[in-house]
């Protein structure tokens, strides 16, 4: 990705909003210019100036430092190589950006490590303008982050954002309760909350910690799943994978899951019993101990 092409622009130091295939002022610039901005509609920026200073002479000008807490595992990129297989004929960036929040999603890309673009898309079998465009979608779901001259993070959350995820899911979780009018209820949702309990039983008892927090996630999806709303489902889907963002940091992954699975079946038993608004007063209660739960140790954790 250093640099990016023989068109000679890395991707990183593209002006933001300008596509990275556009002509750039770097390449036309001689080695003997005078260390000034050239003029026209290429203004530089000053990571620009000290990236130029650096090419004409490295003893002067150090480079920006890349920062980032740990580089992608090679066993990841053995999954993604793997992944290839299910983009088919039709490689699609909305495709690569399923596989990558799924990677995200399921702790194999942890929070602050750097994707690698080459390496990713060497393991996809992908052109490089697809899974730009796969992080693009991925940077307006709040999951991966750009930084100027440093390239495409996972993104860490703040405890700020992990106040607002919960603001979202009690309006959402909330008011899908809400609107339940008598039962029968949809079934395959119920069913989905169902096998989402019997999983985290499962996982409970073999003491697969991160399982039972997987579980604990399909539970939820499945209640939003109620309001037989696909809009709905997919942003449930959205607030879910940035919550992992915080599991996956949690030094104790027990204690923030064990205790919600018999609250879990306390909902499912009290929605079977056909009280939808005691459901939702139950659900209340959950929401806000797993706020103030999961906010405390966040922070702690965060220093």
Not at 25 to 48: I, K, N, Q, Y
Not at 61 to 68: D, I, N, T
Not at 81 to 102: C, Q
Request: with cysteine.
């Amino acid at each position: 990705m250093w640099p990016n092409s023989a068109r000679g622009t890395p991707w990183c130091c593209t002006p933001r909003g300008v596509a990275a295939t556009a002509p750039h002022r770097h390449r036309h610039l001689p080695v003997d210019a005078p260390r000034t901005a050239p003029s026209g509609p290429w203004p530089l920026f000053a990571d620009d100036r000290r990236i130029v200073e650096r090419f004409r002479n490295p003893s002067v000008v150090p480079l920006p430092e890349l920062r980032f807490t740990a580089p992608m595992s090679d066993n990841v990129l053995d999954e993604l190589d793997e992944d290839r297989k299910l983009l088919g004929r039709t490689s699609t960036a909305e495709r690569v950006a399923g596989i990558l929040r799924s990677r995200i999603i399921e702790g194999g890309f942890q929070p602050g490590v750097r994707l690698a673009e080459e390496e990713i898309g060497t393991a996809l079998g992908i052109s490089r303008n697809t899974l730009r465009e796969a992080f693009r979608l991925l940077t307006h779901e709040q999951l991966l982050v750009h930084e100027l001259n440093r390239g495409m993070f996972v993104r860490k959350l703040t405890v700020e954002d992990l106040e607002d995820l919960y603001r979202v899911r009690r309006l959402i979780e909330c008011a899908t309760l809400r609107q339940l009018s008598a039962p029968p209820y949809p079934q395959r949702a119920v069913q989905a909350m169902e096998e989402a309990v019997a999983a985290g039983r499962s996982a409970a008892h073999e003491h697969r910690w991160r399982d039972l927090g997987t579980a604990n996630m399909h539970f939820h999806q499945g209640l939003v799943a109620l309001a037989e709303s696909p809009r709905t489902d997919e942003m449930m889907r959205g607030v879910l994978a940035e919550l992992r963002l915080v599991f996956h940091v949690m030094e104790n992954p027990r204690r923030f899951h064990e205790p919600y699975l018999p609250r879990n079946e306390q909902i499912l038993r009290t929605l079977r019993s056909g009280d939808a608004p005691g459901a939702e007063r139950l659900l209340a209660g959950y929401l806000d101990d797993s706020r103030r739960q999961l906010a405390e140790g966040y922070a702690r954790q965060l220093g």
